[in-house]
């Protein structure tokens, strides 16, 4: 499979709209939904991201990068030096870095890769049939 990158650069660039509205309109979304979309969408825009760059990567393997590199993001969030902790101080750093570990989060990212891989999956499905 090859993916079309710049089907997935737009993909990236609207789960990261979306991303930045959930936190702008983070007061009328419900309570049970409010404290795992972002997350979940973010970890969608690294699958987006990751498949923008390794066009010819499974789709699970794609996954499985993915959620490697959101696990090793949320684990780097029990380090706490001064230096890290600065660049989680800005915009830019707080949104990529994060601040705290969350095991909730780590939930959430699975949800979002598992997500994303289960719609590329489909589109493919659905390609394939109609190939046939």
């Known amino acids: 499979m090859k993916r079309n990158r710049w089907i997935y650069a737009a993909f990236t660039l609207l789960i990261i709209g979306l991303g930045l509205g959930s936190r702008a309109f983070s007061s009328v979304l419900p309570d049970a939904v409010n404290p795992y979309l972002g997350d979940s969408l973010w970890a969608a825009m690294i699958f987006t991201g990751c498949g923008f760059l390794f066009q010819k990567l499974k789709t699970m393997m794609t996954g499985i ?7 090793i993001i949320e684990i780097s969030q029990l380090y706490h030096a001064e ?9 830019l750093g707080g949104l990529v870095l994060g601040y705290g570990f969350l095991w909730s989060d780590i939930g959430a990212y699975t949800v979002g890769i598992t997500a994303c891989a289960a719609i590329e999956l489909l589109v493919l499905e659905i390609k394939k049939r109609r190939n046939m």
Request: some cysteine; proline content about 0%; glycine content about 0%.
């Open 65 to 71: 990068i993915s959620l490697i590199f959101c696990f």
């Open 83 to 91: 230096w890290i902790d600065r660049i989680r101080d800005t915009s």
